[in-house]
């Protein structure tokens, strides 16, 4: 509340007693205020949302800042205020809360940092699709921005199977241990202090057993007019498909 303070000189023998003017001392509570933000880092085009939050009986407004720019006032409502931004553009920023107070609370501000990342994306590729049992295959993770540093994580499914560091925006991971299988390949940016973090969507990885295929004839040599049957096996004995018969490496259909 507000008091009524007064000074009171009692006098000596040579002076006289005094009294001061009325002094009124307002008096008031601390609000109380703590501040959330969400997210933290954010990154660009993301909606920021700052909250300042009080004393339930507390009214009045509360300044929202990025730097010397004014982002809004919003009036305190059952003791909260927030207000939500998606213009932060990429970098450091210095964000404050200013609560006007009220009769009864004091007002207060604070300052904190945020750091608004750019956006990233991950694209990943094989340089071998399908593959076979035993061949190396590469597998070359994109980041965009180029610029990005940091490090890529390739998965196969949800293992983990290798890490690299970028250069220049491209990451690659080498192996020959891929299981005969489809495997979901995918690659996951870590993000540095400019850029956020990314992942990439699914490339399906087919890898094949390896096969061989011999040939023989029913006849060799023959007569020019005499029936030959030619023989190709394949191996493994459970593959299936087609087998295309070529003479002089001419496609030739033989019956």
Known sequence: GTHSMTAV???????????????????????????????????????????????????GTVQFTDGSTVLGTIAVAAGSASLSTSTLAQGSHTLGVSYSGDAT?????????????????????????????????????????????????FYDGATAIGTASLLSGVASFSTASLAKRAHSISASYSGDSADAAASSASLNQVVKAAASVSLASSLNPSTVGQAVSFSASVTPSTATGAIQFLEDRKSTRLN
Do not use: C, W
């Not at 006289?16 to 001392?25: D, I, P």
């Not at 750019?118 to 965009?144: C, D, R």
């Open 9 to 59: 000189y009692s006098s000596d023998p040579a002076d006289a007693g005094s009294t001061s003017a009325v002094l009124h001392q307002v008096m008031k509570l601390s609000a109380g205020m703590t501040v959330g933000l969400t997210p933290r880092p954010a990154v660009v085009g993301q909606t920021v949302k700052i909250t300042a939050n009080m004393n339930s009986a507390a009214t």
């Open 105 to 153: 609370y004091m007002s207060v501000a604070t300052t904190f940092p945020e750091t608004v990342l750019a956006a990233s994306t991950v694209v990943v590729a094989s340089n071998a699709n399908p593959s076979v049992v035993g061949q190396g295959v590469t597998f070359t993770a994109s980041v965009t921005p180029s610029s990005a540093t940091g490090t890529v994580q």
